[in-house]
Structure formats: structure tokens, C-alpha cells
Nanobody, 127 residues
């Protein structure tokens, strides 16, 4: 059974940092796209960051313009893990963050092409 399990959410003050970790299990995800979306209250779910397999152990990374220079995404050592490091957090980053996996070749920013979702983890940033 495939599962994506997120951890690392919580509450911080503006300017703080959090690290989200997503662990996928049930099959190998080494060639899949893995990344993060988020959904703020009353808003549509939006793309945050993704890692796409290029070759061997090399992944390309993509980060949304709204969080560029503050968030970084990386694949974990066994390639079934994806990490999201969030620095200089702002109140507008408050949302539920969802881990997502997509087949190789998918549009990483299109939530309609997500094959598996995690359950979501809450991130709350206070001013």
C-alpha cells in the first residue's frame, strides 16, 4: 500500500524556520516527481516546490516564485524522501502543506497530475 507521510509542521513566529519531511513507502519512487503543494484557508491549493528525476541520482528542483530564495527542496538519500526547508517564514506562508508524487514526465506544478497525496501538515506563522 502506497503511503506518503509528512512530518515537521508546527507553529513559528515570522522570520523563523521549519523543515518538512515526506517519506513515501509501498514501492520505489526513485524516478517519480516528488514535491509539495499548500492550501491556505479559503484558497486554492498551490504548487510550492518539486524534485524531478533527471538521471541516476540527479534531480532537478523547482520552487514557486512566491517562496524562491526562502524555501529549498531536496530529495532524501534513499530517494523516497523529499524535504522542504522553509526559512524566513511569513504569515502568508500559513497553510496546510501536502506532499505529492507524480509519475515521471508529469507537469510538476499541476495538482491534477498528482498520483498520491500525503495527509497534510499544518504550518502556522504568527506575526
Amino acid at each position: 500500500q502506497v503511503q506518503l507521510v509528512e512530518s515537521g509542521g508546527g507553529s513559528v513566529q515570522a522570520g523563523g524556520s521549519l523543515r518538512l519531511v515526506c517519506r513515501a513507502s509501498g514501492r520505489t519512487f526513485s524516478s517519480d516527481t516528488m514535491g509539495w503543494f499548500r492550501q491556505a484557508p479559503g484558497m486554492e491549493r498551490e504548487f510550492v516546490a518539486a524534485t524531478t528525476w533527471q538521471s541516476g541520482s540527479t534531480y532537478l528542483v523547482y520552487v514557486a516564485n512566491s517562496v524562491m530564495d526562502r524555501f529549498t527542496v531536496a530529495r532524501g538519500g534513499n530517494r523516497n524522501v523529499v524535504n522542504l526547508q522553509m526559512n524566513d517564514l511569513r504569515p502568508e506562508d500559513t497553510a496546510v502543506y501536502f506532499c505529492a508524487s507524480q509519475p515521471k514526465g508529469s507537469n510538476y506544478a499541476n495538482q491534477n497530475e498528482v498520483e498520491y497525496w500525503g495527509q497534510g501538515t499544518q504550518v502556522t506563522v504568527s506575526s
